[in-house]
Nanobody, 118 residues
């Protein structure tokens, strides 16, 4: 049973910005640190950013300084603000608990497509 719903993707020019949103089931939001992942065709899913229940964040080197992860505890939501987007950021973006083993058990949402192109 899928516990997350991602939204906010789209087509943006290089250097542009997007804000992704993730609605998270109440059952898991207050328990797990959450992460944003991304995947392109033919490649493994990779972790982009994480945020703990207390708000501590981590970022993959390839997005540091450009992406910001946040969470709204009142709305059971996680966000990913993306700035200075590059063509190599093009991917389907997913959110889920930051532990892949847990995420695989809970199930993956449909993700949201981000395309960076001129």
């Amino acid at each position: 049973q899928v516990q997350v719903v991602e939204s906010g993707g789209g087509l943006v020019q290089p250097g542009g910005s997007l804000r992704l949103s993730c609605a998270v089931s109440r059952d898991i939001f207050g328990i797990y640190a959450m992460g944003w992942y991304r995947q392109t065709a033919g490649k493994e899913r990779e972790l982009v950013a994480t945020i703990t229940t207390g708000g501590m964040t981590t970022y993959a080197d390839f997005v540091k300084g450009r992406f910001t992860i946040s969470r709204d505890n009142a709305k059971n939501a996680v966000y990913l603000q993306m700035r200075n987007l590059k063509p190599e950021d093009t991917a389907v973006y997913y959110c889920n608990p930051d532990r892949v083993a847990v995420a695989n058990i809970l199930g993956w949402g449909q993700g949201t497509q981000v395309t960076v192109s001129s």
